[in-house]
């Protein structure tokens, strides 16, 4: 039966995460980016809520809840502050590979580290996207050599560990799994001004690493499907944050326009304000409702997940742009100045933007899918 | 819990209309394009079978089941959307010509006393097609519906009617129109009232059919009234409701409630135009196009963004239906979708005209489509209206009237 209405476990989690975020993430917003840091109390008491492991499963102390749960909650902590939510250490974007292979052997070691230290965290390197960056991966005959530099990549200044998703000279699908002790990545000294200042993008190098077989998770076929059913997971997940900030923006220009006077009479009045508030409101909405059925569809195992999950991105992407640069407009020079949070909503909007997915390379591989079908699409 | 899958009844009327619409309308739809009109036989056909275009039934709420069913939830508006959006996909300016109260169903069963909606609601039956309609658009007011400037003037036992009014669906055919009209311009919104006007009442006709860009086969007529007498049992819901509402503006009220039912089945008509379009060129491309070079890459890009758009305003439209099922305030939802729908669906079949090239210039539906759907962002309240009444519910915690 069709219906848009949360579960009262949903509307509690709601609750609190977005009493969350406007009263704690919101406020200290500046400050952590000023810091390019999330503070570590605001981390520990996100990370005590239970808000960073809703992804993973019992076994890793987690809720492992649905992905259409997860995303109204990410999405209502994103509403404080999306800068915030990026930067806050832990498992990142690993989050969905512990939850689906987190028995796999090679995290047996590190488990118990990982899920009594809250501030280990784990970046995830997915390095088949290459334009900028030079990372190649080349078999030997018991291990693999990896050099170059990577593309910029979040929470990579905090990693105790490393995801890679990679192809080695060969073409051949890669997951290993890295850690900063054996492995000795460098954190290149690159400076990100323009947005999500505290989630620790950096680029990293390695100098000719030596990966183990003990390290590798999966290769070919495998590592393959490993690593689409994680970006799928990621791609709703980010995609649900976009669409927190996207509420923020357009909630704060609401109250603004309702409040600010020109000419005499509130800016509301004036269609040109209003309409573009209209028009805010629904691209919001188009985006959370595309993220919702790409998570129902994943959580119900849906072969179409991942075409839904491409499509909820992109639009997210689009409908971000639009409604943080909005928020800006509408605010006039005030929406320019460090006094009124949206310039950094811009900001932070355009750099998720850049580091989760090019919009028409998006637009592209679902264009494929539908026109292709799946099948072609992955044999090409 | 938030779901889009659709129960066992909504699953069940989606195939039925799709069938429907597949093997009985899409067959005649260039056809009924060309003749500017549907023709008659075909009308009698559907009649017979017990098809109609009652949006009437989507909306209703008359407590008729209460106590029988009381934990049944009501699904009238998802089961209209879902059954609308396959109707249009078969073709729009057919599905408009449906036998049915159409778009004046929704007026009576919200406002309608209990006769009027035994006596009016009661006249679709099989004998022979019959209509209703919804008249409230005049020359000098179309989107500010409070400007209407048709008079009804009080004489006893009922009212004369004097105006004319534009752009209504079936309302030359119609059995019955609603229609709207001021007993004292100077009150504005106070003082409009609906009356249901029946063919063959005296003073009342229908004075020209409109040639349009598309929809040429469904009837957009022009109606006069010239001192036209409606006794008092058509006024919509009676004296009683206005003097309930002690004169508050009850008939722009019933005229505004319309929309919010009727909104979302504008926007589904729209998204099933979208989505003819965009399976007809999609088979295309299939078939015919490379795969790979630069015609690859536009037809992966535009399809990929009308299957989005089209994912997108289906879902806006059912939240506004779900909304008004379970009895939610659903104004702001309704003109979204109606805002959002009716603006992708001339870009999906622009599109798709693009992808088809000069070839699409002949003999494709693709063409018709996009001349159909134009009027999908102007009708039941422009694209601008919409955004009005969106930008109305965003500021009204802020006490702002814009």
Redesign the interface.
Known sequence: MISFQPTKEELSFIEVAKELAIEKIRPEARACEDNKQVHNPLAKQIQQLGFLSLELTEDWEGLELPLISQAQIVKALSYGDLGVVQGIPGYGDAAPFLRLFGNHPILASIKQQLRTNFQQTIALLDVEDQWGANVILTPEVDHYILKGTSQPVRLAKYADYILLFARDVNGQPLIAFLNKEEHQWTVMDGEVRLGLLASGISSLSFERIRIRKENIVALGEEALHCMQAVRTRNYILHAAKEVGLMEAALDYATEYTANRKAFGQHIAKFQGVSFRIASMAIETQVANHLVWEAALQVDANDEKGYGAALRALYRAHRSLRYVTDSAVQLLGGHGFVQEYPVEKWMRDGEAQVMLYGREHLLLQERGEQIVLGVKEVVEK | ???????EQ?QQIKEMTHWFAEYEMRPIAMEADKLGKVPDDWLDKVNQMGIHLNTSSFSSDDGSDKGQNRKR?R?GN?LGVLATEEIAWGDPAIALSLPGAGLGGPPIQSSGTPEQKQRFLSIFTKDKPRWGAYALTEPEAGSDASGIQTTAKKVDGGYILNGQKIFITNGGRASWVVAFATVDRSLGRMGQRAFVVEKGTSGFSCTKLAKKMGLRANETAELLFEDCFVPDENLLGGEALYEITNNKASGFQVAMKTFDSTRPIVASMAIGIARAAYEYT?DI??RE?P?HGKY??L???????A??DI??AR??T??A???AD?GLENA?EAA?CK??AGQIALDVCAKCLELLGPVGLENHLVEKLYRDVKVFDIFEGTN?I???V??RR??AP?E???
């Open positions: 819990m938030i779901s889009f899958e659709l129960s909504q939830e699904e998802r999609l491309v299939k196009y795969r690859f890459q037809a992966t890009e535009y399809l990929a963004e299957d989005q994912t997108a879902l806006l059912w939240e239906a779900w909304r379970i702001k979204m805002a959002f601008e919409q955004h009005l969106i930008a965003q500021y802020f702002i009237k814009v």
